[in-house]
């Protein structure tokens, strides 16, 4: 049979690029590299998937909408407001919705899939973070997406707040109101913003200034991030989960070509369905029922974005504190739901990978995740910062549920206050017992086997079930577990103290240290042999390749 070629202009196109950039080798080391499979890794996926269909849908609205405050009288399809003065952005948002083929189709897409790229931002980093996989050498794409979730909610404040309606622009207010809390440059950043007083500057330049900054500047910086992230992550190769053979040394997965590629652009068809299917049947931001803004009205029960509603709930359950002194007024109420909050866990988070590293002293590479269980610290941690970041959230929604459960709205607010600094501890604590809980029943089934139906009888008449030893696969996974390490002598050899143990940081490191391994349940094989019967591999078992680290 002959060989298989290439049709001439394919391979003449090829030949002409190798020639001139050596191609050929580039494309030759990187198509067969391997990626690890696991459901979880396509959280990340979506969020790249999410993003370009937001370039694509963006573009599309960037060409109807108009950036001027300019005020004009409606005259379009929706009657209901026909005769009503208006913005001229506030007017061709409406054009788009009504009058556009397919205008609010595209409108509807493009907002589900701002809400689902910053979900899946987020589900990628829990991820990362519950598994360990921002570890050494992966710190600075964990930097990366700390930045890129920062930047989406920036992204979203000023995307919903160009159709200068009645709801954004009540989010704008509260931009505002914040921007204006911050000691000495508060008022400065305010007007620079703004170009003018509230709600639309000297020359009703605000909505002209965030169509820049959403369509330009922000896009450009979260697309340079992805690149940067794909870039390092390409070179650093993807961590892997726990798998029999898998080790620090080499990856198991599939191929980038066919394989990856296959199934990526299967995903990226599904994302785009999904979206479709709720841009087609499932409303949202109906712009037309708010109306125009007007800075003496305000709607019943209005709630961003989920992902702003972190900041909502806390400026709702904030005290009325506010400090006067030599005629000014720092308003505390204000200044720190606005940036305490998510200063604590985002500076956290940035901060996390480096301090774990510093506790523990583990500055090895790693290419194998964790499994939530065996990090009972970090996971407690984690879980205590996604309780403190949803009971925010909840909070932002307080008029709502005291309307919806009958309750008093005081109730409410009281409920919130006391619980977000309960909530976090509460988590933290059932969170470590019940890691703690799963690693001693994963060293009992690696000490003493797994049930396996079979009633024994003994020869006094006793009845007892007979353990086997886990399957291969079951047993691999729990024995990736790395049992604690010790802490490194506070001496050496000759009594001489280490540098790193002296000092109020040297004994921070040391309790912090205990804390960190001082419940840990060592997992250890007991001598069990192999399965008697072997592992066998069905025909036509997908072959798996080998990429070294």
Not at 357 to 383: C, E, F, L, S, Y
Not at 469 to 497: M, Y
Request: charged content about 15%; overall charge neutral.
């Amino acid at each position: 049979m002959s060989e298989a070629t290439a049709p001439k202009a394919v391979d003449g196109t090829l030949n002409f690029l190798d020639d001139r950039l050596g191609s050929t080798t580039f494309f030759k080391r990187n198509v067969k590299k391997v990626f690890p499979d696991h459901w979880s890794f396509m959280l990340g996926e979506i969020a790249l998937y999410s993003f370009v269909i937001l370039l694509l849908t963006g573009t599309f609205l960037t060409l109807w909408f108009q950036p001027s405050m300019h005020e004009v009288v409606y005259d379009g399809s929706y009657t209901k407001l026909q005769g009503v003065k208006m913005s001229q952005a506030y007017a061709s948002t409406l054009h788009i919705s009504f009058d556009v083929r397919g205008g609010l189709l595209m409108r509807q897409i493009h907002h589900w899939a701002a809400l689902l790229f910053m979900a899946s931002i987020l589900a990628h980093m829990l991820r990362v973070f519950f598994t360990g996989a921002y570890r050494k050498p992966r710190e600075l794409n964990w930097l990366i997406g700390i930045s890129m979730f920062v930047l989406g909610m920036l992204e979203g404040l000023f995307g919903y707040s160009l159709p200068d309606d009645l709801l954004s622009g009540t989010g704008l207010r509260i931009t505002q109101g914040v921007l204006e809390s911050i000691p000495v440059v508060g008022t400065y950043g305010y007007m620079f913003l703004f170009g003018g007083e509230f709600p639309e500057g000297n020359n009703g330049e605000i909505i002209p200034r965030l169509f820049t900054l959403h369509v330009l500047l922000i896009p450009a910086l979260i697309l340079g991030l992805v690149t940067a992230h794909m870039m390092i992550m390409w070179h650093q190769k993807h961590t892997a989960m726990p798998v029999k053979q898998q080790t620090e040394k080499e990856v198991y997965g599939y191929p980038f070509y066919p394989v990856f590629m296959a199934k990526t652009g299967a995903y990226f068809l599904f994302v785009f369905g999904v979206l479709a299917l709720l841009g087609a049947f499932a409303q949202i931001n109906p712009i037309w029922l708010f109306g125009p803004y007007d800075p003496g009205a305000i709607s019943s029960a209005s709630q961003p974005d989920w992902y702003m509603g972190v900041l909502e709930g806390s400026l709702r359950i904030m005290p009325n504190w506010e400090i006067t002194a030599w005629g000014y007024t720092l308003s505390l109420n204000v200044l720190i739901p606005a940036l305490l909050p998510l200063g604590i866990i985002f500076t956290g988070a940035a901060l996390w990978p480096f301090i774990e590293q510093w506790v523990t002293g583990d500055k090895r590479h790693h290419h194998v995740n964790d499994r939530p269980r065996n990090a009972p610290v970090r996971t407690g941690v984690g879980m205590a910062a996604v309780t403190f970041y949803g009971l925010l959230w909840l909070a932002g929604a307080n008029d709502v549920l005291a309307e919806r459960f009958h309750v008093s709205l005081f109730a409410t607010t009281w409920f919130f206050r006391v619980a977000v600094f309960l909530g976090p501890v509460l988590a933290y604590v059932i969170t470590k017992r019940i890691c703690l809980g799963l690693q001693r029943k994963d060293a009992d089934v690696i000490g003493h086997g797994v049930e396996s139906g079979i009633i024994l009888m003994s020869p006094e008449g006793k009845f007892s079930e007979r353990h086997e030893p886990a399957r291969e696969e079951e047993r691999a996974v729990i024995l990736s577990k790395e049992n604690a390490r010790p802490e490194a002598p506070a001496v050496d050899a000759n009594g001489v103290p280490a540098p790193s143990s002296k000092g109020p940081l040297g004994h921070l490191r040391s309790r912090l240290h205990r804390a960190w391994t001082s419940d840990d349940i060592p997992v250890e094989e007991h001598g069990h042999g192999e399965h008697g019967d072997g592992h066998e591999v069905a025909e036509g078992e997908r072959k798996q390749l080998t990429d070294k680290h």
